[in-house]
C-alpha cells in the first residue's frame, strides 16, 4: 500500500447510503459530534442516528476501513500529520453526500484544516464535553490507542483537554455529558439541537479590518469559541459596569475559560454616562496595564454602550492599540454603539468629543441578555432602533406596527430590532468608515443626535435624561426643523412624536425631567462634530428612507423651534 494511498477512499457509495423510502432525514443538515476519547461520540450518535432516521458513520472504522489497516498502524507507519490529512478527506466526503450523523476521532475537530472543512459543510456540530473523572472510567481498557500506550491515562487527558478544548468550544453546541444513561444523554442531545438558534452574522464590509456582528440568544457562554480564533492570544482584560457585572459576567467568564481563554482581570466601573470622562479612562488604562496586558491581549467590552465606549477608546489607545471586542448587553448598544468603531469618553464641552475610531474583531448581540433591562433602558435604546427605521424607511413602517412589542420586551420584535438596525449600520459604516463623506454617509446614523447630544451635556450627564430619551426628543425636533423648512410634509413631526410617545419616550423638550434655555443648547450645538466652518449641520428628512446632511439652516429657525418646543 503506498503512502499516499493509505487514507483514500473509495468511491462507491455505500459510504452514504441513501435512506430508503419512508425514512427521509428528520434533520435537514448532517450532525457532527466532536469531544475527547471516552466522550460517548459513537454510542450517542448511534442512538442520535436511530432517533433522526439518519445514517450513522463513524469516521476512525471509515478511516480504517479505507486504509485497511487499525489506526494504530496508521500512525506507526506514516505518522500523525499523513492521518490528518487523510481524516480530512474523509470526513470531508462523508459530509458531502446526504445528511448523517458523524461521530469523529477526539483529534479531529483540534485540526484547524479539518475544523474548517465541517464548518464549511454546513454541518451542525455538538461538544459532548466530559469532566476528567467521567473520562478516566471510560478509557479504562484503550491502553491499545496510540495516545495511551506507554502513558498514565490521566496525564495524557489532561494535557489533551488543554489542548483540544479550545476548539471544541468552537462546536455549534455543547452538552454536557454525565454518568447517566446513553439514553438519557442522547434525549438532551436531541433537545440541545432542536432547541439550538444559529447566530445570524452580519459582516462589516472593512476589508482586512472587516469583521462580524453576530445577533442571537446564547452567545456568552459560546463567546470563547467565537472569538479565540480571531485573537492573536488567548488572553483577555473584561471590561463592564457594576450592574451589569453581576447579572452577565459569570456567564461571559465561562463561555471565555471553556475555550481556554484566559481573563487576566475584571474591571467594573460606575453605570451611567459620569464613567466616560478622562479620570476614569486613567484608571482603567492602570488597571489593564498592572494586571499584565501586553499589545496580543484582548480588551472585552461586556455592557452598554457606555462601557464600550470607554473599553474601545482604552483599546484603543493602550500600548497604541490592542485587540478589541464589542460584547453589548442593552437594546441600545446593540442596535447602535457596538457597530462601527467610534469610541471615547465625553468633555465638559460635549459628549464624545475626544475619541478614536478602532474597530472591534468582532461584535456578540446575544440577545437574551436583553431580558434582564429595566423598562426605562428598553425604551432608551428603542429611540435607536426608530431614528434607524427612519433613515432605512421600511423598517419605520415596522416601528410603527411593532415598536410597542419592543418596549414591551417581546423576544421576536426585540431580536428583528436588533438585526434589521445592526444590517443598516453595517451598511453604512462599510461605506463610510470614519464619516467623511461630503454628504450623507455615516452623519445620517446622526439623525436627531445635534439636539439629543446638546440636550444630554446640558443635563451634565447625571443620569437625568439617558441618551436614548434625548435621541427622542432629537427625533421630534429632526422631523420639525425639517417640517419648518419645507423639507418635509406638516404630517411627520406629529408622526414622530406620536410613535415616540405611544412607546413610552419623551417626545418633546417639554417631557424631560428639567428645563433648558435656548441659549445653552445652542452653545452645546456650536460643538457638535459635525459642524463645518463653524456652521451647524444638521441630519433632515423629506420622509422615512429619505435623509440628507445639511448646513443650510439658519440659527433663528433652530432657535425658534427650541423656544416653541419649550426650551426657555
Not at 460584547?327 to 468633555?347: E, I, M, W
Not at 436614548?468 to 406638516?490: D, N, T
Request: hydrophobic share 45%; glycine share 12%.
Amino acid at each position: 500500500m503506498s503512502r499516499n494511498s493509505a487514507l483514500d477512499l473509495p468511491e462507491e457509495d455505500h459510504l452514504n447510503p441513501v435512506p430508503p423510502p419512508g425514512q427521509l432525514p428528520a434533520a435537514a443538515r448532517s450532525i457532527v459530534l466532536v469531544g475527547m476519547p471516552g466522550a460517548g461520540k459513537t454510542a450517542i450518535g448511534k442512538r442520535l442516528a436511530a432517533r433522526l432516521g439518519l445514517p450513522f458513520r463513524d469516521a476512525d472504522a471509515e478511516i480504517e476501513s479505507a486504509a485497511g489497516m487499525p489506526i494504530t498502524e496508521i500512525f506507526a507507519r506514516y505518522g500523525e500529520p499523513h492521518f490528518r490529512d487523510g481524516e480530512r478527506r474523509v470526513i470531508t466526503r462523508l459530509l458531502a453526500g446526504p445528511p448523517l450523523v458523524l461521530a469523529t476521532g477526539g483529534g479531529a475537530f483540534a485540526d484547524a484544516a479539518t475544523r474548517a472543512a465541517i464548518k464549511a459543510s454546513g454541518a451542525a456540530t455538538l461538544w459532548l464535553r466530559c469532566a476528567m473523572p467521567t473520562l478516566l472510567r471510560r478509557v479504562a481498557g484503550r491502553e491499545h490507542r496510540p495516545m495511551f500506550l506507554n502513558a498514565d491515562p490521566a496525564e495524557v487527558l489532561a494535557r489533551l483537554m488543554a489542548a483540544r478544548h479550545p476548539f471544541y468550544a468552537e462546536a455549534d453546541v455543547t452538552v454536557t455529558c454525565t454518568d447517566e444513561s446513553p439514553e438519557a444523554t442522547t434525549r438532551r442531545v436531541q433537545d440541545a439541537l432542536a432547541t439550538a438558534v444559529a447566530p445570524q452574522r452580519l459582516p462589516v464590509g472593512l476589508g482586512d479590518r472587516g469583521y462580524e456582528v453576530l445577533v442571537g440568544p446564547g452567545l456568552l457562554a459560546r463567546a470563547g469559541g467565537l472569538v479565540a480564533g480571531l485573537l492573536p492570544s488567548r488572553k483577555v482584560v473584561v471590561i463592564t459596569d457594576s450592574a451589569v457585572g453581576p447579572l452577565h459576567l459569570p456567564a461571559l467568564r465561562d463561555g471565555l475559560e471553556a475555550a481556554g481563554l484566559s481573563v487576566l482581570t475584571e474591571i467594573a466601573v460606575p453605570p451611567g454616562e459620569g464613567s466616560k470622562d478622562f479620570a476614569r479612562l486613567s484608571d482603567v488604562l492602570e488597571a489593564m496595564l498592572s494586571a499584565g496586558l501586553d499589545r496580543r491581549t484582548a480588551v472585552v467590552a461586556l455592557g452598554g454602550g457606555v462601557v464600550g465606549d470607554l473599553a474601545g477608546f482604552a483599546a484603543a489607545i493602550a500600548m497604541r492599540g490592542v485587540p478589541f471586542v464589542q460584547v453589548p448587553t442593552t437594546l441600545l448598544a446593540q442596535v447602535d454603539s457596538s457597530v462601527g468603531g467610534k469610541t471615547g469618553v465625553n468633555l465638559k464641552a460635549g459628549k464624545n468629543l475626544a475619541g478614536a475610531f478602532h474597530q472591534p474583531r468582532i461584535v456578540l448581540a446575544d440577545t437574551d441578555t436583553l431580558a434582564t433591562l429595566p423598562p426605562r433602558e428598553l425604551r432608551a435604546g428603542y429611540a435607536e432602533v426608530a431614528k434607524h427605521g427612519l433613515l432605512q424607511g421600511p423598517l419605520w413602517e415596522w416601528c410603527e406596527a411593532h415598536g410597542a412589542a419592543v418596549v414591551a420586551g417581546d423576544t421576536a420584535a426585540l431580536t428583528h430590532a436588533v438585526i434589521e438596525s445592526c444590517r443598516l449600520k453595517a451598511a453604512v459604516v462599510a461605506a463610510d468608515e470614519r464619516e467623511e463623506s461630503a454628504e450623507g454617509g455615516r452623519a445620517l446614523l446622526n439623525l436627531g443626535h445635534t439636539f439629543g447630544h446638546a440636550l444630554e451635556a446640558e443635563a451634565g450627564f447625571d443620569g437625568s435624561v439617558l441618551h436614548g430619551e434625548a435621541v427622542a426628543v432629537g427625533l421630534g425636533l429632526a422631523a420639525a426643523l425639517s417640517a419648518r423648512l419645507g423639507q418635509c410634509s406638516q404630517e411627520w413631526p406629529s408622526r414622530v412624536v406620536s410613535h415616540l410617545a405611544a412607546c413610552g419616550l419623551p417626545a418633546r423638550i417639554a417631557d424631560l425631567p428639567r428645563r433648558f434655555t435656548v441659549d445653552a443648547l445652542l452653545g452645546r450645538m456650536a460643538k457638535d462634530k459635525k459642524n463645518r466652518d463653524g456652521t451647524m449641520r444638521f441630519v433632515l428628512m423629506r420622509g422615512a428612507g429619505d435623509c440628507f446632511t445639511s448646513g443650510d439652516v439658519p440659527r433663528e429657525a433652530v432657535a425658534a423651534l427650541l423656544r416653541d418646543e419649550g426650551a426657555g
